[in-house]
C-alpha cells in the first residue's frame, strides 16, 4: 500500500477528465497528481498549469513508462475501453475508469481476463454510489430489510428525466479541438447498426440508472418488460421484488429531477439526487416508518454534508487504494450492467 500521499497519473483530461475528476483530486491533500497524458498538446499543458501536474505526456505509453505512481485514473470514451484499458492494466496499480466499464458485453469480458491478469483492482465510476445521500439511503434500506420493522421489500422506483446534467459543471473547463480518427471497439456480433445505436445511446444515459437499482435492491435482478416508447423497463429481482425505471416521462431544460422510491409494506426511503456535476451538493434522503399497531408513523429527513458525489468518489478511490475500504463498484459488477442493458434492448427489439 502507497505510504504518505497517494501518487495520481491521469490519462485523459476531457471535459470529464477536468471537471468530474481531475479538479477533485486536486484539491484532496490526501493525494497528489504527479503526471498526466492527453493527445492535445494546448490541452495538457494548460491543464497541468492549472492543476500544478509536474509531467505532461502525449500518450499513455509513454506515462507508464517513465513515471512512478501508485495508481491511475483514465478517463476516456468507453467506446475505446476495450482498445486502451488493457494496455493500461499492464502497469499493474489500481485503476479508476468512468462508466460503462466497456462498449459491449463482449469487449467487457475480454477487459476483466485483462484485469485478472493485472493482480490488481478497477473501479467504476458510477459516482451516485458516492453521494453521501445515496450512502445514507443504502444504509437504512440495509437495515430496514434486516430488521424488518416495517416489512418486506415490495418495490423499488427510479426516475430521471432528461434535463441539465452539467448544472455549470463545465463553466471553468479548458477547452481544444477535438481528436478525430481514433479507433474504437467493434460492435456486437449479434446487433446491426441500429440496434448498436439504441444500446449505446441507452447505455451512455441510463447504465448509472441500472446499476443503481442493483445496489439498493441488494441483488441481481432481470429486466421482464421494455415500453416500446423507450420511456420505461420493468425488472424483477432474484428475491421477487419489483422494480422500474422511468427513463424520460418528462423533460427539463434547467433542472434536474432524478428520484428514487425504495418501498416496503409499511415504509419507504426516498432519494432526491442533484444533477452529476453539481458541486458542494448532495442529494436529499426522506424515510417514512410506519410501526404500526396504531403507533404514529414517522418521517424523518437526515441533514447531509455539502459533499458532492464526485468528490466524494475521489476519496472512495484513494480509501480503496490505501487498502481502507473496498471500491463502491468494481468491474465485476459493471460488467453485470451491460448485460442488463442488453437484455432490455432484445425485449424492445422484439416489440418492433
Not at 421477487?240 to 432524478?258: F, H, K, N, Q
Not at 463498484?329 to 453485470?336: P, Q, S, Y
Request: glycine residues 8%; aromatic residues 6%; proline residues 7%.
Amino acid at each position: 500500500m502507497p505510504q504518505g500521499r497517494v501518487k495520481l497519473a491521469f490519462i485523459g483530461v476531457g471535459s470529464m477528465g477536468q471537471c468530474a475528476h481531475l479538479k477533485n483530486y486536486a484539491a484532496l491533500d490526501e493525494c497528489e497528481v504527479v503526471a498526466l497524458a492527453e493527445l492535445r498538446c494546448d490541452v495538457r499543458e494548460k491543464v497541468a498549469a492549472r492543476y500544478g501536474v509536474p509531467s505532461v505526456y502525449e500518450n499513455h505509453e509513454e506515462l507508464i513508462a517513465e513515471e512512478q505512481f501508485d495508481a491511475l485514473v483514465c478517463i476516456q470514451p468507453f467506446s475505446r475501453h476495450g482498445i486502451l484499458i488493457p494496455e493500461v492494466l499492464e502497469a499493474g496499480v489500481p485503476l479508476l475508469i468512468e462508466k460503462p466499464v466497456a462498449s459491449s458485453v463482449r469487449v467487457g469480458e475480454r477487459i476483466l481476463d485483462a484485469l485478472e491478469r493485472s493482480k490488481t483492482f478497477m473501479m467504476v465510476a458510477y459516482h451516485k454510489r458516492s453521494d453521501p445521500a445515496t450512502e445514507c439511503a443504502k444504509a437504512e434500506v440495509d437495515r430496514l430489510k434486516e430488521s424488518g420493522e416495517v416489512g418486506k421489500m415490495r418495490y423499488v422506483r427510479i426516475t430521471m428525466p432528461p434535463g441539465d446534467w452539467i448544472a455549470g459543471g463545465f463553466n471553468d473547463l479548458i477547452r481544444g479541438e477535438e481528436v478525430t480518427g481514433l479507433d474504437t471497439d467493434p460492435p456486437p456480433p449479434d446487433m446491426d447498426e441500429e440496434t448498436f445505436r439504441k444500446y449505446k445511446t441507452f447505455v451512455n444515459y441510463y447504465i448509472h440508472q441500472v446499476n443503481l437499482m442493483r445496489h439498493l435492491l441488494g441483488e441481481s435482478y432481470r429486466v421482464t418488460y421494455a415500453e416500446k416508447s423507450q420511456a420505461l423497463l420493468a425488472v424483477e429481482s432474484i428475491g421477487g421484488v419489483a422494480g422500474v425505471i422511468e427513463m424520460a416521462p418528462y423533460s427539463t431544460s434547467l433542472d434536474w429531477r432524478e428520484s428514487v422510491l425504495v418501498g416496503f409494506e409499511r415504509g419507504c426511503v426516498k432519494l432526491d439526487l442533484p444533477a452529476p456535476l453539481a458541486a458542494n451538493r448532495a442529494g436529499r434522503v426522506e424515510i417514512m416508518r410506519d410501526p404500526g399497531d396504531g403507533k404514529t408513523p414517522e418521517t424523518v429527513v437526515p441533514v447531509m454534508p455539502p459533499v458532492h458525489a464526485m468528490r466524494r468518489q475521489a476519496e472512495n478511490f484513494l480509501k480503496a487504494v490505501r487498502g481502507e475500504a473496498k471500491p463502491p463498484c468494481g468491474a465485476e459488477e459493471a460488467l453485470e450492467d451491460l448485460r442488463v442493458a442488453r437484455d432490455y434492448i432484445s425485449l424492445l427489439q422484439e416489440k418492433g
